[in-house]
């Protein structure tokens, strides 16, 4: 895999860390796999109350608070758009509703869309234990298009759609601002997908997460096959501002090495 050289421009480190925090900007641009060009993402969260700014993980003090958020995410490569909105609504301090909403248009290449719709509900069974379960729908319609020289010809158009049933569960424990904040997810969709998620927090602003998917599929759009395995460091300068810096690589599938390379940071306020 050839890597490209990723730049990237961060906003003024402005430090209002006595001012809370209830909207959240992040920018993102990475280098992937089978792709001519780096992908550029945009995100913006709103929380409905102030985030916590005491001596807890900066990351995770919204979850550690149960504040409630809704988000838009939107990115984009040489091949597809990605569109996505979502949100985490907190009903008392046993359960947790989570909604989330993916739209990808593959109009460069071909005339092909692919839409998902996630929803769970999680149960606190203690402070650090959080279980659940929920459905996860999947829709494609393509529409293959040939070409005869300067002339195309599409074919009639094809969808599909399947829900499948999905189980989570999330250890968190911070004593201090350190700890572990450790999930792991499963769909059941005709053969498993599995996803571990395991960081460990070195004190508040700085953290290591390691990710590994297993039987990868189609929802997500950077990768073919094999499984996945992802490393990232997250920083915080301040309660307001962080960095992140992350890479992937593939394994087990046809192209093992190195698949990504990500840069992204935030900016509360």
Not at 164 to 178: D, E, M, P, Q, V
Not at 214 to 222: A, F, K, P, T
């Amino acid at each position: 895999m050839r890597l490209k050289t990723l730049l990237f421009s961060s906003p003024l480190l402005l430090s209002f860390s006595s001012v809370a925090a209830q909207n959240e900007v992040t920018f993102g641009i990475g280098d992937l796999q089978d792709y001519t060009s780096p992908f550029i993402g945009l995100q913006y969260k709103r929380y409905f109350s102030d985030v916590p700014t005491e001596n807890q993980p900066h990351l995770i003090s919204p979850y550690l608070n149960k504040i409630n958020s809704a988000y838009g995410r939107y990115f984009t490569t040489d091949i597809y758009d990605f569109y996505q909105a979502g949100g985490e609504w907190f009903i008392d301090d046993k359960w947790v509703v989570n909604a989330d909403l993916r739209y990808v248009d593959y109009d460069r290449t071909s005339t092909t869309t692919y839409a998902t719709a996630d929803i769970d509900v999680g149960y606190f069974i203690t402070p650090q234990w959080q279980v659940g379960i929920g459905n996860y729908y999947q829709y494609r319609e393509s529409r293959p298009v040939y070409y005869y020289g300067d002339d195309y010809v599409s074919a009639r158009t094809y969808s599909n759609n399947q829900n499948n049933l999905k189980a989570f569960a999330r250890y968190t424990n911070i004593t201090n601002g350190s700890g572990w904040d450790i999930g792991t997810e499963v769909i059941f969709s005709g053969a498993l997908n599995t996803t571990l998620d395991v960081r460990y927090f070195f004190n508040p602003g700085i953290s290591l997460n390691f990710t590994y998917l297993m039987d990868e599929d189609e929802s997500n759009y950077l990768y073919d096959d094999g499984d996945i395995a992802e490393l990232t460091l997250d920083y915080w300068f301040t309660r307001n501002f962080s960095l992140q810096v992350g890479a992937g690589a593939r394994i087990g599938g046809d192209d093992d090495g190195l698949a990504t390379v990500t840069l992204t940071t935030s900016y509360r306020f």
